[in-house]
Nanobody, 126 residues
Framework: QVQLAESGGGSVQAGGSLRLSCAIS???????????LAWFRQAPGKEREGVAS???????HSVDSVKGRFAISKDESKNTLVLQMNNLKPEDTAIYYC?????????????????WGQGTQVTVSE
C-alpha cells in the first residue's frame, strides 16, 4: 500500500522560496517495484496540472513554467520526495500534491498517476 503525505506549504511573497516534502511509505529505493514520483498542483478554478516528475532511475522532468525555478529531488535516507521552489510567482499559488505510480519505464512523464497525497497549500502574494 502506497501512502503519501505532503508538508511544507505556506504563504510567501513573490520572489520567495518554499520547500515541499512528501513522506513516502510503501515504496523505497530497495523495493523491487518500479515506480515514478511527481508533484502536481491545482490552482483555484483550474484543472490539476503536472509540475515535475522523478523516476526510480533518477530521471527528472519538469514543465516549462517552472524550469529554472523549481527542482525535484528525492532524499533516499528519509524516503522523501522534495520540491524546492525558488523565485515564486503569484501564478504558482495552488494546492500542491505528491503523486506516485507503478511504472516499468525510465521516463515517467506526468500522466496516469494513481496514488495521491492530501495536498498542501502554497500561496504567493505580490
Amino acid at each position: 500500500q502506497v501512502q503519501l503525505a505532503e508538508s511544507g506549504g505556506g504563504s510567501v511573497q513573490a520572489g520567495g522560496s518554499l520547500r515541499l516534502s512528501c513522506a513516502i511509505s510503501g515504496i523505497t529505493a530497495t523495493t523491487s517495484v518500479p515506480y515514478c514520483l511527481a508533484w502536481f498542483r491545482q490552482a483555484p478554478g483550474k484543472e490539476r496540472e503536472g509540475v515535475a516528475s522523478f523516476s526510480r532511475h533518477g530521471v527528472k522532468h519538469s514543465v516549462d513554467s517552472v524550469k529554472g525555478r523549481f527542482a525535484i529531488s528525492k532524499d533516499e535516507s528519509k524516503n522523501t520526495l522534495v520540491l524546492q521552489m525558488n523565485n515564486l510567482k503569484p501564478e504558482d499559488t495552488a494546492i500542491y500534491y505528491c503523486a506516485a505510480k507503478i511504472s516499468y519505464t525510465t521516463w515517467c512523464g506526468l500522466q496516469d498517476f494513481n496514488y495521491w497525497g492530501q495536498g498542501t497549500q502554497v500561496t504567493v502574494s505580490e
